[in-house]
């Protein structure tokens, strides 16, 4: 049975360019284009995910958000022309789980499908947090007992190095670490100068696990202090 997307916005043309890019990925697109007959559209299929705009008429995005987080808890990405940082807040308070700006990257936008359908329907709940030796930060799953990161749900390829940073962090969400404390802990020893050699391990790292490396949602640098993994 193929995974089935509702996509809601009044622009009909990004609609369509949508539901073709997702079908061409094996998903049932089912179309709406205001927030009340999103609302009729999730009552009538089998919906596992959404995508809605913010501004439309009868019922805008937002609100039709807090309407179906009365009902359903399944994840909702916004899309919006609007990237200031206030909206995306906005967006996430009231219930969305990602929020991505137009114009969209086609390949980020189904790779952000994907990604929240895998937590959906292999993680369970997307907001649990740490169970045992579980470490659970948004798309990423840390099991520490086997000392294996997942990504989506698939595991990633990391060397035993990447793991030891990965460890760290994890365990350690919203902390910052200077480049000086992470090679000390990993390498176990001393260093002058460990900036560069942290920083490649951390561009790798992104690599493997990021939507988009160039602009990571997880492994943040902060300038002058040192690398952080971003609570999600």
Request: charged residues 50%; positive net charge; aromatic residues 10%.
């Given at each position: 049975m193929r995974e089935c997307v509702l996509v809601v916005d009044d622009d009909r043309e990004i609609v369509k360019a949508i539901s073709i890019l997702l079908?061409?990925?094996?998903?049932?697109?089912?179309?709406?284009?205001d927030g009340l007959e999103a609302l009729e559209k999730i009552a009538e299929y089998p919906v596992q995910i959404i995508l809605i705009d913010v501004m439309m008429p009868k019922l805008d995005g937002l609100s039709a958000i807090l309407r179906i987080r009365e009902r359903r808890n399944l994840p909702i990405i916004v899309l919006s022309a609007k990237s200031e940082e206030t909206d995306k807040v906005l967006g996430l308070s009231m219930g969305a789980d990602d929020y991505v700006t137009k114009p969209y990257n086609p390949q980020e936008l189904t790779a952000r499908v994907k990604s929240h359908?895998?937590?959906y329907t292999r993680l369970g709940d997307v907001h649990a947090s740490q169970i045992s030796n579980r470490y659970e930060n948004g798309r990423l799953l840390y099991n520490a007992e086997e000392r294996v990161l997942y990504a989506d749900g698939d595991p990633v390829r990391l060397t035993a190095t990447e793991t030891k940073i990965i460890d760290l962090l994890m365990r350690n969400p919203g902390r910052i670490f200077p480049a000086e404390e992470i090679y000390q802990r990993v390498w176990e020893e001393e260093s002058f100068a460990p900036e560069n050699t942290v920083m490649v391990h951390?561009?790798?790292i992104r690599e493997k696990i990021e939507l988009n490396p160039k602009e990571p949602e997880y492994l943040k640098v902060v300038w002058g202090i040192g690398y952080k993994m971003?609570?999600?």
């Open positions: 079908e061409k990925e094996g998903f049932q697109v089912i179309k709406a284009y359908l895998r937590r951390i561009r790798r971003e609570k999600m």
